[in-house]
T-cell receptor, first 113, second 114 residues
Framework: GAVVSQHPSRVICKSGTSVKIECRSL??????MFWYRQFPKQSLMLMAT?????????EQGVEKDKFLINHASLTLSTLTVTSAHPEDSSFYIC?????????FGPGTRLTVT | SQQGEEDPQALSIQEGENATMNCSYK?????LQWYRQNSGRGLVHLIL?????REKHSGRLRVTLDTSKKSSSLLITASRAADTASYFC??????????????FGQGTILTVHP
């Protein structure tokens, strides 16, 4: 099946710094990728839809200036958490849309101290 | 908006028993998908059922879909300790700009005791 990778798998950063998370589709081209966040023991919440070559579409309540998304190629989307704060600590998961299914990355655990 | 509701929120059973999880949703859908997530890990796609399908099987998994009631169920037969995980339903709704966007249910935490 299709493979989606994320890097890094875990990151710890200090409050006020920015963190970039990469999402790659390894064996297929993805014109659309999605970014989700998941708090402990909760479900996944869609943050934004990332479209190759155009601006991302953010869900209501998600700050586009805080969560910068770039989808520069058909195999790579990046999420940058700017000026991170402890409340941004979460599990961030990306997915890439195939023909019928979405293929999920393994997730990135962000801890902001 | 989060439209999927799942019940039960937690389910504890013995190995060999069957586990049934239910999911309800609110809008029209293209398909409904079930995923498994082991603690702290990514999602594993289990099964996809399209809106014009009523039942689907995959190994020990059986999924039903009732679009008139906007509900789905996931049955895991002859459960194993390795099935212990969180299970989520996710709906792919109709509509051009919504295509491909999944809305996840709250999930069911399944614990299978050896």
């Amino acid at each position: 099946g299709a493979v989606v990778s994320q890097h890094p798998s875990r990151v710890i950063c200090k409050s006020g710094t920015s963190v970039k998370i990469e999402c790659r589709s390894l064996d297929f081209q993805a014109t659309t990728m999605f970014w989700y966040r998941q708090f402990p023991k909760q479900s996944l919440m869609l943050m934004a839809t990332s479209n190759e070559g155009s601006k991302a579409t953010y869900e209501q309540g998600v700050e586009k200036d805080k969560f910068l998304i770039n989808h520069a190629s058909l195999t790579l989307s990046t999420l940058t958490v700017t000026s991170a704060h402890p409340e941004d600590s979460s599990f961030y998961i990306c997915s890439a849309r195939g023909n019928y299914e979405q293929y999920f990355g393994p997730g990135t655990r962000l801890t902001v101290t | 908006s989060q439209q999927g509701e799942e019940d039960p929120q937690a389910l504890s059973i013995q190995e060999g028993e069957n586990a049934t999880m239910n999911c309800s949703y609110k809008t029209s859908i293209n398909n409904l998908q079930w995923y498994r997530q082991n603690s702290g890990r990514g999602l594993v796609h289990l099964i996809l059922i399209r809106s014009n399908e009523r039942e689907k099987h995959s190994g020990r998994l059986r999924v039903t879909l009732d679009t008139s009631k906007k509900s789905s169920s996931l049955l895991i037969t002859a459960s194993r300790a390795a099935d212990t995980a969180s299970y989520f339903c996710a709906t792919d709704s109709t509509g051009g700009t919504s295509y491909g966007k999944l809305t996840f249910g709250q999930g069911t935490i399944l614990t299978v005791h050896p």
